[in-house]
């Protein structure tokens, strides 16, 4: 009994990590969190998404922080009410449109608040944008766009009336640049095997 739940609580810390100390580049993030390129090249390959974009997403919408959460709500600005989303976890994905996913792909067993399985989630969102609206998948600024509106919203174009949000698109457009740039500098090593980097690291 005592070993299962030892067992147990390793895997559920697993699950649920630091943030990066240097989320600014890509690089190091991966550097210093392994696990978290092989999710992400997964993703890449799975949808021929770039990794830049959801990993830009990812930055603006939690700070690669495994348990965000959107900010209380208030009744009279005092007494709390719950929150102004369902949004929670790394890629901050509401509860119905988290639901879809895990039915559309059969990961009933995906959490929000694991990285593998949210980067997962942000690659499928990014395909479906693509299907849906014609975005392409490489244009982080539309991406975006499409994630926090919605499909039916980035249609309407109801961002349009939210210039908050288009700066904010145009922020996660240039922290994609930057990261693609990175990463092709470190790639070829971040790709290389465990016993490579046991033995030449």
Known sequence: MRTTLLVSAVALA???TA???KPDDLCEVFFEKRDWYDAANRMS???GVPIQVPMAMMYQESSFKHDAKPPRDYILWVIPWGRVSSAYGYSQAKTPTWTDYQRETGNNWASRDNFD???DFMGWFVTKSAKVNGVS???AYAQYLNYHEGWGGYRRQ????KPWLVKVAR???ERAGIYGTQLR???EELQRGWLWRLFFD
Do not use: F, H, L, M
């Open 117 to 119: 399985d949210a980067i």
């Open 14 to 16: 697993g699950c649920s």
């Open 19 to 21: 943030p990066p100390q």
């Open 137 to 139: 998948k490489w244009d």
């Open 45 to 47: 390959e799975k949808y």
């Open 171 to 173: 922020r996660v457009k």
């Open 158 to 161: 109801t961002y349009v009336k």
């Open 185 to 187: 500098s470190c790639e």
